[in-house]
């Protein structure tokens, strides 16, 4: 039977709803078959570990508030001690907001110098203050890799919990692993060393430490519910430095990475077994 016979057979409003009926079921078919899900009718999430991405070698970035030279070199996968070099960056290697750091043969730069006017209140003078000397000194291209130095003595674990990521080397799921665990739980230091970031400013990592262990080799633990150390203390291993939690993922966890120059190895080739 065709609409036109329908549409004689049922009153105006009848009908309207009839088409919108139609309409609205068709709609939702087209819907259903354009979804994402694959063929197989399950859908998969990736949840191990934050991804890995190729170290940066072109370009550069501006630094922001709360950025360590430590926390760029780890989010683009850089050995600190060539990025400080390539941009001229010496000990205490502090770097300011606005600072240019570069990842090609050329130096990065500091913020242009800054003169301020102050006041004295006691004779009504006023004096000119340079807050920050500009620097534009180049530096040599570090055009071969820098010697490794042995790996920390007495690794021990970041958590006691469930082994729930295991890291791969494939660079394409997960730079360390993961442990499950309790929400609030110790999150300690794995060796001796120099806390160098303590934040959340990079991103899918959550409440963040990083500490340096030696020129070599720095360890990262992610996902804190909050940090107890703060960035130039020393740290012991086995010392509580913060409470695991979930910041930046889906679950409570410890995220775990150790980097040598740069580079994510496997921390269970360093940790003791259990």
């Known amino acids: 039977m065709s609409l036109t016979v329908i549409a004689q057979r049922m009153n105006t409003k009848s009908y309207q709803r009839l088409v919108v009926g139609l309409f609205l079921s068709a709609t939702l078919a087209l819907l259903a078959a354009c979804s994402s899900t694959p063929k197989n009718g ?59 750091i570069r990842f090609d043969g050329r130096a990065g730069t500091r913020p242009a110098a800054v003169a301020t006017t102050v006041t004295s209140p006691s004779s009504g003078s006023k004096t000119t203050v340079i807050k920050r000397p500009a620097t534009t000194t180049k530096t040599p291209v570090v055009t071969a890799p820098l010697p490794a ?69 720095v360890s990262a633990y992610g996902h804190n519910r909050r940090l107890l150390v703060r960035e130039g203390q020393q740290v012991k291993v086995g010392q509580t430095i913060a409470e695991m939690g979930s910041t930046g993922t889906d679950r409570v966890k410890l995220h775990f990475e150790i980097r040598r120059q740069g580079k994510p190895v496997d921390p269970l080739q360093f940790l003791p077994r259990r």
């Open 42 to 100: 399950v859908r998969v999430v990736d949840r191990n570990g934050v991804a890995q991405r190729p170290a940066v070698t072109t370009g550069q970035y501006v630094v922001r508030r709360g950025d360590t030279l430590f926390s760029i070199a780890f989010r683009y996968g850089w050995d600190w001690k060539a990025l400080a070099a390539r941009n001229n960056i010496g000990a205490p290697f502090t770097i300011v907001p606005g600072q240019t």
């Open 149 to 217: 130095g042995p790996a920390p003595k007495g690794w021990g674990w970041p958590a006691n919990g469930i082994l729930i990521g295991k890291f791969s080397s494939n660079g394409s799921l997960n730079k360390g692993i993961d442990i499950a665990g309790d929400l609030g739980q110790p999150v300690l230091a794995a060796s001796d060393g120099s806390v160098v970031y303590a934040g959340s400013g990079l991103r899918g990592y959550g409440e963040l430490v990083i500490i340096k262990h030696s020129d070599t080799y």
